[in-house]
């Protein structure tokens, strides 16, 4: 699809070499039967610059491709209604690219808020007054199951974990009745001693339409932003008791990708029984709690909580099961796991998820 645009917008930028051909009678140009003068044809040779400049730099996708794009197409459409009996047809041409540049540029945009969002995340950042090595004592009156999933996950003797970023790759579903899997990217942010996460995600839906998301979490508080190729908001929440309790339960079930979170004294723990332990996460107001379920060796089953779907009153079970372990940076995580609403109808597996990479207590850039 993006090779077929870029050939479209080059081949369009190309037409109007005929405009300056015709101002300078360097040629014969029949299709163009309305006079144009040099200072008008100097201006379709820009217009060429600029086409061909922004198709460059959106092959290369540099993010600044879509505003050479959106000046193009005003320069070529106001060149077009000087010369409309001749060129009237460039129109559409000029709509089509015209709108790939507005989603363009709001993908810019939405980036740039994003990007603006992980700074102050990383401002919020307790500066460090010395290293934290993690040993048996910190662990010492936790659950045995807890303690057993810390030693397998490799954490004893490492530095604690205070901040974390892990790359995605994502499949989802945005209903029960969807029969195929959009596909999508995503990055995390997290920091732990003050706990927060943001989480953006790029997805193609019905093989063309760009969606960009963004969830957070950050002093206690929760929100989420879903656009339409970066313009329409779809879904937009912030800052309400569900959406608050929603995004803590998520971040609660997120700490096994940073286990040594599990230390940290916003979260308790409550044994279960022998392969199960609850914990509940209190911190600026808001609590959530959620079982884990470890096997015999103490790597993770599956992390379950109550928590709200969407606008709906009542709780449902939510879980995460976990489908393949791997080691990052020294630490054993869950790599590949699954997340299944358990609905009337029956469950509902909406989201499949691959952990790509994983970087401990570096910095976001």
Not at 39 to 53: N, P, S
Not at 180 to 185: G, P, Q, R, S
Not at 250 to 276: C, K, M, N
Request: glycine share 6%; charged share 20%; net charge negative.
């Amino acid at each position: 699809m993006k090779s077929l645009l870029i050939t479209i917008i080059v081949l369009h930028a190309f037409i109007h070499i005929l405009g300056f051909l015709k101002a300078f009678s360097l040629a014969e140009i029949q299709q163009l039967t309305v006079p144009i003068g040099k200072v008008r044809g100097m201006l379709w040779l820009l217009t060429l610059i600029l086409f061909c400049i922004g198709s460059i730099l959106y092959g290369i996708s540099q993010y600044t491709w879509s505003v050479w794009l959106i000046a193009a197409v005003t320069l070529s459409q106001i060149l077009v209604i000087y010369s409309w009996s001749d060129a009237k047809f460039a129109t559409i041409l000029n709509t089509l690219i015209l709108i790939v540049a507005i989603v363009g540029f709001a993908e810019m945009q939405f980036t740039a808020m994003v990007k603006k969002e992980i700074e102050e995340l990383t401002n919020n950042i307790p500066p460090r007054t010395r290293v934290d090595i993690i040993n048996e004592t910190d662990i010492h009156t936790m659950p045995q199951c807890v303690r057993q999933w810390l030693n397998s996950s490799g954490i004893i003797g490492k530095e604690k974990i205070t901040t974390a970023y892990i790359r995605q790759k994502v499949e989802m579903k945005t209903s029960p009745e969807q029969k195929n899997w959009y596909a999508a990217e995503a990055e995390q942010y997290y920091t732990i001693r003050k706990p927060a996460f943001i989480w953006s995600v790029d997805m193609t839906m019905m093989y063309f339409v760009p969606v960009a998301g963004c969830d957070k979490f950050t002093n206690g508080k929760g929100e989420m932003l879903i656009k339409l190729g970066s313009l329409i908001p779809i879904v937009q929440s912030a800052d309400n008791a569900n959406i608050n309790e929603g995004t803590m339960q998520r971040y609660l079930g997120e700490i096994v990708w940073f286990p040594s979170a599990a230390l940290e004294p916003y979260i308790t723990w409550q044994e279960i029984d022998t392969h199960s332990a609850l914990a509940t996460m209190n911190y600026m107001n808001t609590e959530c709690e959620g079982v884990f379920t470890f096997d015999e060796v103490g790597n993770l089953k599956s992390f379950s909580t109550l928590r709200y779907m969407g606008d709906e009153k009542v709780k449902r079970e939510w879980t995460i099961t976990v489908d393949a372990m791997q080691s990052f940076n020294g630490v054993k995580i869950p790599s590949k796991l699954h997340a299944t609403w358990k609905l009337n109808a029956g469950n509902w597996t909406w989201l499949n998820m691959e952990i790509e990479e994983v970087r401990y207590n570096s910095s976001f850039e």
